[in-house]
């Protein structure tokens, strides 16, 4: 089981964090802090340079009564563009 087991090219140590992120029951999944804190990040991380956002990030596709893939992908490139503005997502 697990993600290893479909997608047998990943490294183990990120395989490990998705699975622990894919988990369905909310109780049981991986905090933010604990995937901060996973072993995948530690030679990555600088705690003394991150932030914490003032408020719940809220995405526009969480309002979304009907959701299907085609409109989740334009919501995920909307979101990408607030980032990357100089980037060419055409169509958007």
């Given amino acids: 089981t697990g993600v290893l087991s479909r997608f047998s090219k990943?490294?183990?140590l990120g395989a490990s964090?998705?699975?622990r992120m894919l988990?369905?029951?909310?109780?049981?999944r991986i905090t933010v802090r604990q995937?901060?804190?996973h072993d995948v990040f530690r030679k990555i991380r600088d705690q003394g340079i991150e932030t914490v956002a003032?408020?719940?990030?809220?995405l526009d596709f969480e309002?979304?009564?009907s959701l299907t893939t085609a409109k989740l992908r334009k919501?995920?490139?909307r979101e990408v563009a607030k980032f990357h503005p100089s980037d060419d997502f055409a169509a958007l």
């Fill in 10 to 12: 990943l490294d183990p």
């Fill in 17 to 19: 964090l998705l699975d």
């Fill in 23 to 28: 988990v369905f029951n909310p109780r049981k």
């Fill in 35 to 37: 995937a901060l804190e």
């Fill in 54 to 58: 003032p408020k719940p990030v809220k």
């Fill in 63 to 65: 309002e979304e009564t």
């Fill in 75 to 77: 919501f995920f490139l």
